[in-house]
């Protein structure tokens, strides 16, 4: 692989542009904006210029870098060489539907075609070609020249050929990629993240808890890096409110939108952003106080966690071990889900989500039937010496 094109130059794609250069490939970056291409390379060099600072790269290789980086507003000539094509354009289905088929039409045969989309179909986007074994999700987090994970999506007509060749792109790029083996919403992390948002949103809402000590337990019990609130804040509640729609579309009663979402998002009140969320952020980033952390039961969250992975395990999308690795990556939690359910029991996981389940009677805390297999089977994590994963 030697020449790709990255289509749209925001705040994605100037990022994975940056990467694949850095890994030797010839890069131009498309826009229609000319304006976002000139700061594209702008932030490129830039970014450059702290890996250069920090010692990650030498001065001689930023500089090779930017020499193999260009821009243009030309697409159907710049990917006419192009053996990759990775599109980061806004989070739309008909505009990447229409990239994908003018991209089809003026690329080589044998060139793949990459989305970089956060939770639209990639078998949609394939089928808008006629190479849809050549289309797969290339899924990077933000920013992408810090963040270590690629979810690697494999569409229902990818070929593993392309899939094996991403894996090994991202790991040249020095990323640790993840297998998604079905093309399903919200891939491994946003599936996971998705329940773990609700169970803290639905909480506040019915008033058993408030944000402040959810979010207390989730950082300090949890030690997640950020409570459910302030990183509901922190990615914006436009695209929080966008996103968990599309769940909701997908996976319906399980994945129920939170009226506290949709109250916030028609109001306006986006988060850190806009200045105002859940928190107040024209005063800093919000102060939660480490006393708040036992006032709200952090196995809720737990156990929304381990099912949502026991579902993804159950349906064959991922292995335990990509899920972890997708988790403790894409969201910096000190354990995967999995790892997680092994250490707490998967019994003691079954027996909260089964409580939940009754007092609420609500679909999204019903047990996955793999979940309930293995406690069955006796496989109840570490102290049973097999759970998701063996133990010596
Ligand atoms: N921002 C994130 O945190 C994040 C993380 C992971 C994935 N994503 C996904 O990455 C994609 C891009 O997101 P972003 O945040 O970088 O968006 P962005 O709005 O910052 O950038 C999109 C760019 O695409 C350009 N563009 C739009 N239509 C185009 C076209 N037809 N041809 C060429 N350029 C075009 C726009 O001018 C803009 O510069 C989306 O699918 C998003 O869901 C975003």
């Given at each position: 692989?030697?020449?790709a094109?990255?289509?749209?130059?925001g705040?994605?794609?100037?990022?994975?542009?940056?990467?694949?250069?850095?890994?030797?490939l010839?890069?131009?970056?498309?826009?229609v904006d000319?304006?976002?291409?000139?700061?594209?390379?702008d932030?490129i060099?830039?970014?450059?210029?702290?890996?250069?600072?920090?010692?990650?790269?030498?001065?001689?290789?930023a500089?090779?870098?930017?020499?193999?980086?260009?821009?243009?507003?030309?697409?159907?000539?710049?990917?006419?060489?192009?053996?990759?094509?990775?599109?980061?354009?806004?989070?739309?289905?008909g505009?990447?539907?229409?990239?994908?088929?003018?991209?089809?039409?003026?690329a080589?045969?044998?060139?793949?075609?990459?989305?970089n989309?956060?939770?639209?179909s990639?078998?949609?986007m394939?089928?808008?070609?006629?190479?849809?074994?050549?289309?797969?999700?290339m899924?990077?987090?933000n920013?992408?020249?810090?963040m270590?994970?690629?979810e690697?999506?494999?569409g229902?007509?990818?070929s593993?050929?392309?899939?094996?060749?991403?894996?090994?792109?991202?790991?040249?790029m020095?990323?640790?990629?993840?297998?998604?083996?079905?093309?399903?919403?919200?891939?491994?992390?946003n599936?996971?993240?998705?329940?773990v948002?609700?169970?803290?949103?639905?909480?506040?809402y019915?008033?058993?808890?408030?944000?402040?000590?959810?979010?207390?337990?989730?950082?300090?019990?949890?030690g997640?890096?950020?409570g459910?609130?302030?990183?509901?804040?922190?990615?914006?509640?436009?695209?929080?409110?966008?996103?968990?729609?599309?769940?909701?579309?997908?996976?319906?009663?399980?994945a129920k939108?939170?009226?506290?979402?949709e109250?916030?998002?028609?109001?306006?009140?986006?988060g850190?952003?806009?200045?105002?969320g859940?928190?107040?952020w024209?005063?800093g980033?919000?102060?939660?106080?480490?006393?708040?952390?036992?006032?709200f039961?952090?196995?809720?969250i737990?156990?929304?966690?381990?099912?949502?992975?026991?579902s993804?395990?159950?349906?064959d999308?991922?292995?335990p071990?990509?899920?972890?690795?997708?988790?403790?990556?894409?969201?910096?939690?000190p354990?995967?889900p999995?790892e997680?359910?092994?250490?707490?029991?998967l019994?003691?996981?079954l027996?909260?989500l089964k409580?939940m389940?009754?007092?609420?009677g609500?679909?999204?805390?019903?047990?996955s039937?793999?979940?309930?297999?293995?406690?069955?089977?006796?496989?109840?994590?570490?102290k049973?010496k097999?759970?998701?994963?063996?133990?010596?």
């Open positions: 692989m030697k020449n094109v990255v289509v749209g130059a705040a994605m794609g100037h990022g994975i542009a940056e990467l694949l250069a850095m890994a030797g010839e890069v131009t970056i498309v826009d000319e304006e976002i291409l000139k700061k594209a390379m932030l060099k830039w970014s450059l210029g702290k890996f250069v600072e920090k010692r990650r790269i030498r001065e001689e290789d500089k090779a870098t930017m020499a193999r980086l260009k821009t243009s507003m030309n697409l159907e000539d710049a990917v006419k060489s192009a053996d990759l094509v990775v599109e980061a354009i806004a989070e739309e289905m505009a990447k539907k229409d990239l994908f088929s003018k991209v089809d039409k003026a080589p045969e044998n060139a793949i075609i990459a989305s989309t956060s939770a639209l990639i078998t949609e394939g089928n808008a070609t006629e190479r849809p074994d050549k289309v797969v999700g899924h990077f987090f920013p992408p020249a810090l270590a994970l690629v690697v999506i494999k229902d007509q990818t593993d050929e392309t899939v094996n060749t991403i894996v090994d792109l991202a790991k040249k020095g990323k640790t990629p993840v297998i998604c083996k079905k093309d399903v919403r919200g891939f491994l992390v599936r996971v993240l998705a329940l948002f609700n169970e803290a949103f639905w909480n506040v019915r008033e058993e808890a408030t944000k402040e000590e959810v979010d207390a337990a989730i950082k300090y019990k949890a997640f890096p950020l459910a609130f302030e990183l509901a804040d922190w990615i914006g509640l436009d695209v929080l409110y966008k996103v968990s729609k599309v769940m909701e579309e997908a996976y319906g009663e399980k939108l939170c009226p506290l979402v109250k916030y998002f028609k109001e306006g009140k986006y850190k952003k806009t200045g105002e859940f928190y107040d024209s005063v980033m919000p102060r939660i106080s480490f006393r708040l952390a036992d006032k039961d952090i196995d809720k737990y156990a929304m966690a381990v099912n949502e992975a026991a993804l395990v159950y349906e999308v991922a292995t071990g990509d899920i972890d690795v997708a988790i403790k990556l894409g969201l910096g939690w354990s995967g999995c997680l359910a092994d250490k707490i029991g019994d003691v996981a027996t909260k409580e389940h009754a007092k609420y609500e679909e999204m805390y019903k047990p039937p793999l979940l309930e297999e293995y406690v069955s089977k006796g496989w109840l994590g570490r049973a097999r759970g998701f994963h063996e133990y010596e």
